[in-house]
């Protein structure tokens, strides 16, 4: 069993930024990949970052590359998630997930289904 707990969401005004950290607690013996995934209201879930644990390959969503950074710190079992340039769509509940994967999968953002995810951390920006 993994768990995982978020924290680093806040509000803030466009253009600034924000440090997302995922903390993982449990056995990551197996597991694959690690992300963000994010959903606002009203909308579906979206895959964000994900990050093949271990590695620094990584997939980005086309709207938050070059804005966003995944990273992880094995051994503190944490992942992150530097924003930079936040802009009022980027609104949403923060999730973080791991997992199993293939590496194409993971760093290719096909890696959607996920046994562990954390609570969430709400980001919000304003205009």
């Known amino acids: 069993q993994v768990q995982l707990v978020e924290s680093g969401g806040g509000s803030v005004q466009a253009g600034g930024s924000l440090r997302l950290s995922c903390a993982a607690f449990g056995d990551m013996s197996s597991i694959d990949c690690m992300g963000w995934f994010r959903q606002a209201a009203g909308e579906e879930r979206e895959g964000v970052a994900s990050?093949?644990?271990?590695?620094?390959?990584?997939y980005y969503a086309d709207s938050v590359k070059g804005r966003f950074t995944i990273s992880q710190d094995n051994a503190k079992n944490t992942l992150y998630l530097q924003m930079n340039s936040l802009r009022p769509e980027d609104t949403a509940m923060y999730y973080c997930a791991a997992g199993w994967s293939t590496w194409s999968d993971c760093t290719s953002g096909s890696w959607r289904d996920s046994p562990y995810w954390g609570q969430g951390t709400q980001v919000t920006v304003s205009s």
């Open positions: 990050i093949y644990y271990g590695g620094d390959s990584a």
